[in-house]
């Protein structure tokens, strides 16, 4: 097991820094490989829902955005493709629009993106990974390696939208190896939100401040199927006391009536569709593919709420005892397969109880990996925030409509996850791998 990286200090530093940035890269690419190469060229062209971009314009996009941030900018080196800079710029081609683009074919997409990794890793071997802000301990590079796996889940994501035969397998997720349920509470008080010295961490992270958090109760795992069940067989889809008038109008509109890849067979058991396969669903597994207004409305039928982002934050990072802001729940070291399901291990979350190791110092599991988790927050930058290296990643998001998800799923990889990572999505939003988990105030002591 690894531990977090510090500031690269002499040359040996370096060294150990420029590795683990060639491995990261390396551990991208391979993946975005292994998303594309199982289609053959018609689904890779087509757009499988239109939500989503056909997964050539990704491959590309992701090649392209390498080279403008590695090849250009840091190592100072004229253009690959400087043609193609408008057909995958993400702000200037909604996803439904973009199978109309002249995008590269896949033979054109994977020969792009080869070639620009070739430059980076001879940028990468000439940098000094110190002395700009862009490069200072690899930035620049690790943002990218972000940047590549983020999309690598979407393309996961797209494969759970199509339709036909399955094209990925993985090992099915570990069942629970100790009993998990309950809630935990976690004291009132101050605590270190964000970072300012994690290397990677992106700009929405930043800086690090206090925040007060009055004291709360949190549910010791994410809502699991058997407990959604509950929620539609007691009418849940059917109750708009249970909606807000917004959740409403959409459940109305959109024909909501269970998580999404959920049916039920004629003899009342539920399945689900995971990428390709219909298997019936496991009890215990915390439930994914819900919006945000699924999961407010299970919350108001469970007497409780979903958790702001600094609640999710503070029960996943504070140590009651120490007083400290860990990195991860259970401390500093990266995760492994013993303490979060992420980096596409399995294609399912695991039951909840399966990841003690990775459990919180207040006894609460499964905060990193299995399934994104909605929050009751709006996406706002922090005190102090500054936009860096680009306004587009954050800042134009901030004040939208859009509500923060934390923790990451199975489809996340590590490079990409850690306790101050902050996602956001529109409310509506199923096709991501996000399911929840609950809160409630504390009612003062009499006296």
Not at 128 to 134: F, N, S, Y
């Amino acid at each position: 097991m690894t531990t977090q990286f510090s500031a690269a200090t002499d040359n040996s530093d370096v060294e150990r820094l420029r590795d683990r940035i060639a491995s990261a890269l390396a551990r991208a690419r391979a993946r975005t490989l292994g998303l594309t190469d199982v289609m053959d060229e018609a689904e890779l062209v087509a757009q499988h829902s239109r939500l989503m971009s056909p997964l050539v314009w990704d491959l590309a996009h992701i090649g392209n955005q390498e080279e403008l941030w590695l090849v250009r900018d840091v190592g100072g080196r004229e253009p690959v493709r400087a043609d193609i800079d408008e057909l995958y710029d993400a702000f200037k081609h909604a996803r439904a629009n973009r199978p109309e683009l002249p995008l590269l074919d896949p033979a054109q997409a994977r020969e792009y993106v080869g070639t620009v990794r070739d430059k980076v890793f001879e940028v990468l071997e000439r940098s000094a990974l110190r002395g700009d802000p862009l490069v200072d301990d690899g930035f620049a590079f690790g943002m990218i390696a972000q940047h590549e796996q983020q999309h690598d889940e979407t393309m996961l994501a797209t494969h759970q939208l199509r339709t036909g035969p399955a094209v990925l397998s993985a090992p099915a997720a570990p069942s629970a190896v100790t009993p998990v349920d309950g809630e935990v509470i976690i004291p009132a008080g101050a605590f270190t939100m964000g970072t300012s010295t994690d290397p990677w961490a992106l700009d929405n992270e930043r800086p690090a401040h206090p925040v007060h958090v009055p004291a709360f109760a949190i549910d010791a795992a994410p809502i699991t199927n058997e407990q959604y069940a509950a929620f539609i067989e007691d009418g849940g889809y059917t109750r708009p006391e249970l909606w807000s008038e917004r959740g409403w109008s959409h459940r109305q509109e959109a024909g909501l009536v269970a998580p999404q890849f959920w049916e039920r067979d004629p003899a009342g058991q539920w399945w689900h569709r995971v990428f390709g396969v219909m298997a019936p669903l496991r009890p215990r597994q915390p439930v994914v593919h819900v919006c945000w207004f699924e999961a407010q409305a299970y919350a108001r039928w469970a007497g409780k709420r979903l958790p702001t982002e600094a609640e999710w934050e503070k029960a996943a990072r504070f140590d009651p005892t120490t007083g400290r802001t860990r990195r991860y729940p259970w401390g500093d070291t990266e995760p492994d397969a013993d303490t979060a399901n992420l980096g596409q291990r399995h294609l399912e979350p695991a039951d909840v109880g399966a990841y003690p190791k990775g459990a919180s110092p207040a006894g609460v599991h499964q905060l990193i990996g299995d399934v994104w988790e909605w929050t009751a927050s709006g996406f706002e930058p922090y005190p102090g925030f500054r936009a860096f290296p680009y306004a587009e990643y954050s800042d134009v998001f901030f004040g939208g409509d859009y509500r923060v998800l934390r923790g990451g799923s199975f489809g996340t990889d590590p490079v990409a996850c850690r306790g101050t990572f902050r996602n956001w999505d529109h409310p509506i939003r199923r096709q991501i791998f996000a399911g929840f988990r609950l809160a409630r105030d504390l009612r003062p002591a009499r006296r």
